[in-house]
């Protein structure tokens, strides 16, 4: 499963942790986002997006439940990541998706406006 990384200006970088699935979290002011996979003790970035100074990044799970015989079942089908601002039809930026490994453009049936929404006004 991939996991987030955002590095700073001042050479610094804060992991996701496992308890923590929200960039909410994050000190403000990263500069880049990166999606990570871990290997061992340590993560090994995948992809780097530069973060402009008027955006924030955008990093979430996109989930279904399925049902087996022990009842509901969440599963992740897709770690949406980017960046955006505020724009005039909900915000402006670039999105990507992580579907079993690889990384796309984010298909529209993806896009989580009230996921968005919240990390922008954070």
Not at 23 to 47: F, H, S, T, Y
Not at 72 to 84: E, F, R
Not at 99 to 108: A, F, M, R, S, T
């Amino acid at each position: 499963m991939p996991y987030w990384r955002l590095y700073y200006k001042n050479g610094t970088y804060r992991d996701e942790r496992p308890e923590e699935e929200s960039l909410r979290a994050a000190p403000v002011g990263a500069q880049v986002l990166a999606v990570c996979i871990a290997q061992g003790e340590l993560r090994r970035p995948l992809l780097q997006i530069d973060i402009p100074s008027s955006y924030k990044p955008i990093w979430y799970r996109r989930k279904s439940v399925s049902s087996n015989n022990a009842g509901a079942v969440p599963q992740t089908d897709a770690v949406i990541l980017g960046s955006a601002r505020e724009g005039a039809n909900g915000y402006e930026g670039n999105l990507y998706a992580v579907i079993q490994g690889k990384i796309i453009d984010c298909p529209p049936n993806m896009i989580d406006y009230g996921a968005i929404t919240s990390l922008l006004r954070v």
